[in-house]
Structures are given as C-alpha cells and as structure tokens.
Antibody, heavy 131, light 109 residues
Framework: QVQLVQSGAEVKKPGSSVKVSCKASGGTFSTYAVSWVRQAPGQGLEWMGGIITIFGRRNYAQKFQGRVTIITDDSSSTAYMELSSLRSEDTAVYYC????????????????????????WGQGTTVTVSS | QSALTQPASVSGSPGQSITISCTGTSSDVGRYNSVSWYQQHPGKAPKLMIYDVSNRPSGVSYRFSGSKSGNTASLTISGLQAEDEADYYCSSFTSNSFVFGTGTKVTVL
C-alpha cells in the first residue's frame, strides 16, 4: 500500500520561496496524476496544481500561475512543489495527493479530469510565512 | 473558477440520515460524472469517501452514498455515528480547472 511522506514544517519570510517534498513509499508517481492542495487555517481545501509525468503535463490553478512549480523525480519517487514570492496569506498546510487511476501512455490525455478521485494523501506540511 | 457551493453545516442525531449538497454549474458538476467527496477530521489529511458521483472506495462504509441531479451532487450519510463528525468536501473539474467545494461541517448531536 503506497504512502506519501512529506517534508517537515517550514517557516519563511515574506518574499522568499518554499519547496515541499512528497515521497511515495511503496509506489510510484510516474503513472498517476499528482496534485498539491493547500488549506489555510480554518479554511477549506484549495487545489494549487498537479503533474502527470507519463503525459509530460503540468496544470496549475490560475491563481497560482507564475508562482508555483511542480515537478517529480521518478528515480526517487518524489514530487516537489515550490511556491515563490511568499506572503502571509500563503500560511497553510500543504498536501500532496495521488489520484486513484493508474494511467498508461496508450490512454488519451484528458486534462484536469485526471486529477479527480485523490485516494492517497500525504500527512501535510505546515508552511508559516511571517516576518 | 469559483468553489462549488456547500452548506456550511449540517447536523443530525445518531442513527439519523443526513444529506450534504454540492452545487456547481453546467460546466463542472452538471457536465461530468466525476464528483468526489472527502472526509476530513481535525488535524488530519482528507480521505476519499465517494468517487465518480456514487462509487465507494474499498474500506469505506456502506452508510456513505452519493448521487447527482443536474448541477447538484449529494452525499448521504445514513445511520449517523459519532465518528462521522467531520468536515466534508466535494470536488469536480472543468475544462480548465479543478475545484473543491466550500466545505460542510457535520455535527452529530
């Protein structure tokens, strides 16, 4: 059973960047859609973006375009999310999550459809942005 | 892309049934049979409870069921139990985004 293990809590200054990692233990990312979702204190879930390595595709929410970068390292089964130009409103818990459907190169690429049905989640990484 | 609309809170007594709605548009919920539901307990990661509108992942109680009519999806919890007290989120996608619902706090009285 795959588990997603995320890196530890971070405290950052406004204007800086943060890079959060998510390692798949007992599984892989290359044939699944991987999303990053954040949750500000007392708020709901917010989809930031995702990556589908087998299709060579990244999709980002419009709100984060230009500030977020998501990559995967298949050799270490690790996904990364980097968020730049941090501000206090970015203080949140950041989750990685893997969609349940295993993909293959013979399938048709269907965009945001692939990020649906996230059945494996990381434990979350708290990022605090404070001067 | 705006968040899908859910009631802020729903409550029920043990043993009762409750239903949480998730209202979108003809571009998301109404267009695709790809609504998911997640349960989140305080301080924990979300857990997938329903996928593709009405399917339960292995290990999820039969007391949880999902449906959809038009632009509104619903999650029903029957035989409400104390452990069901949590936040619940729906999700869907559109041609150019992915979106969660606003979230519903379920309270077991």
């Amino acid at each position: 059973q795959v588990q997603l293990v995320q890196s530890g809590a971070e405290v950052k200054k406004p204007g800086s960047s943060v890079k959060v990692s998510c390692k798949a233990s007992g599984g892989t990312f290359s044939t699944y859609a991987v999303s990053w979702v954040r949750q500000a204190p007392g708020q709901g879930l917010e989809w930031m973006g995702g990556i589908i390595t087998i299709f060579g595709r990244r999709n980002y929410a419009q709100k984060f375009q230009g500030r977020v970068t998501i990559i995967t390292d298949d050799s270490s089964s690790t996904a990364y999310m980097e968020l730049s130009s941090l501000r206090s409103e970015d203080t949140a818990v950041y989750y990685c999550a893997r969609a349940m459907t295993r993909l293959s190169s013979g399938m048709s690429y269907r965009g945001f459809f692939h990020f649906n049905n996230m059945d494996v989640w990381g434990q979350g990484t708290t990022v605090t942005v404070s001067s | 892309q705006s968040a899908l609309t859910q009631p802020a809170s729903v409550s029920g007594s043990p043993g009762q049934s409750i239903t949480i709605s998730c209202t979108g548009t003809s571009s998301d919920v109404g267009r695709y049979n790809s609504v998911s539901w997640y349960q989140q307990h305080p301080g924990k990661a979300p857990k997938l409870m329903i996928y593709d509108v009405s399917n339960r992942p292995s290990g999820v109680s039969y007391r949880f069921s999902g449906s959809k009519s038009g632009n509104t999806a619903s999650l029903t919890i029957s035989g409400l139990q104390a452990e069901d007290e949590a936040d619940y989120y729906c999700s869907s996608f559109t041609s150019n985004s992915f979106v969660f619902g606003t979230g519903t706090k379920v309270t077991v009285l």
